[in-house]
């Protein structure tokens, strides 16, 4: 895995927030997922950087590099670039959200449906519409009077209506 960029998701399960014998700050969590779970520390920087999230029962989305450690052993570790809240992922690298409707199932009532959608989940994220014929044409129309919010909630309303794929 050396040199490898790996992103984990999980459930914050142990949360230790300490001082070095310089009086330095430092912490440790464990990260929680089915498959197992790992402890984190952090230090300097990367501890003031990513401490705010360092609470129990929080949901993290963590990407980093697995490098060789600089001192000691020169073992290999794995080194947290970001770390993002889990349910605000879709929000902040969304690229948009695409709704596919065929065109022989296009009606004025979809068509509102789909409105009222955009209208009660507001956002910064585009909105494309896919029309397609069944066959090989399809046609992808960037909607350029609503901007939307893709939370868990709005894709499944959105479902309810049409086909929905999110794109990061």
């Known amino acids: 895995l050396e040199g490898m960029e790996l992103k984990l998701g999980g459930l914050v399960s142990q949360v230790d927030h300490r001082t070095t014998k310089t009086g330095k700050p430092f912490g440790r ?55 993002d809240l889990l349910n605000e992922l879709g929000v902040k690298r969304s690229k948009g959200l695409q709704v596919k409707v065929s065109a022989a199932d296009l009606t004025n009532e979809i068509i ?13 994220v585009p909105l494309y519409l896919r029309i397609t014929d069944g066959g090989d044409v399809s046609l992808e129309l960037l909607s350029r009077k609503y901007r939307i919010s893709p939370v868990n909630d709005m894709v499944k309303r959105m479902r309810k209506v049409a086909d929905v794929d999110v794109m990061f």
């Open 29 to 83: 969590f464990t990260l929680e997922d089915y498959s197992g779970s790992f402890t984190f520390t952090l230090f300097g920087e990367d501890y003031l950087k990513h401490r705010n999230y360092m609470n129990i029962g929080w949901f993290l989305f963590v990407e980093g590099t697995v490098l060789r450690k600089q001192w000691g052993d020169q073992s290999l570790e794995f080194r947290i670039r970001n770390i």
């Open 112 to 124: 509102e449906n789909i409105e009222n959608v955009c209208q009660a989940y507001k956002g910064d």
